[in-house]
T-cell receptor
């Protein structure tokens, strides 16, 4: 039982490059989330998916797209990376509004 | 817009003392409140979840209270240990958007042996 897994763990991009962050959960949860964590700003919600087939914007969605591939997987895509997107990205899952379980994070640097 | 504040930002206590961590929020129309722990370089670990209809939740040495009308929650950790050193974050969700957690900036705790 791995919980929430994220790949990659670290990534360095150049401005303008694109990439997809992958997230998978094995707890059969309906809801999944993407957050970013920045010093002094705390954790902020980027997008979430209340259930398979639905996605909704969070507090800071600009510059990102998401795909709920199936019940297990929720990916986050940066189409044209910017230095302002340098951050630590966390994926989480929950059974509806219950406790959220977090992955280990992806540390992204955009040069 | 919901604002979540955690004071103090940092706290250092000797081992064995009780820890008291505060969380305040501006909009009392919450769905639930969650307390998390984060170790350096790691993800968040859930500690306690309090539904809006509850006044407190307990798990082992941890006890969290909720006063929705005054917009406050307090996390108590009894008989602190060096292993309790971490950053503690609270987060609230609103009644009309339960999936959207709003986090405080956290309280960094150091327990000295």
């Amino acid at each position: 039982n791995a919980g929430v897994t994220q790949t990659p763990k670290f990534q360095v991009l150049k401005t303008g490059q694109s990439m997809t962050l992958q997230c998978a959960q094995d707890m059969n949860h309906n809801s999944m989330y993407w957050y970013r964590q920045d010093p002094g700003m705390g954790l902020r919600l980027i997008y979430y998916s209340a259930s398979e087939g639905t996605t909704d914007k969070g507090e800071v969605p600009n510059g990102y797209n998401v795909s709920r591939l199936n019940k297990r997987e929720f990916s986050l895509r940066l189409e044209s990376a910017a230095p302002s997107q340098t951050s630590v990205y966390f994926c989480a899952s929950s059974e509806w509004a219950d406790t959220q379980y977090f992955g280990p994070g992806t540390r992204l640097t955009v040069l | 817009k919901q604002e979540v504040t955690q004071i103090p930002a940092a706290l250092s206590v000797p081992e064995g003392e009780n820890l008291v961590l505060n969380c305040s929020f501006t909009d009392s129309a919450i769905y639930n409140l969650q307390w998390f722990r984060q170790d350096p370089g790691k993800g968040l670990t859930s500690l306690l979840l309090i539904q809006s209809s509850q006044r407190e939740q307990t798990s082992g040495r941890l006890n969290a209270s909720l006063d929705k009308s005054s917009g406050r929650s307090t996390l108590y950790i009894a008989a602190s240990q060096p292993g309790d050193s971490a950053t503690y974050l609270c987060a609230v969700s609103k009644s009309d958007s339960w999936g959207k957690l709003q986090f405080g900036a956290g309280t960094q705790v150091v327990v000295t042996p």
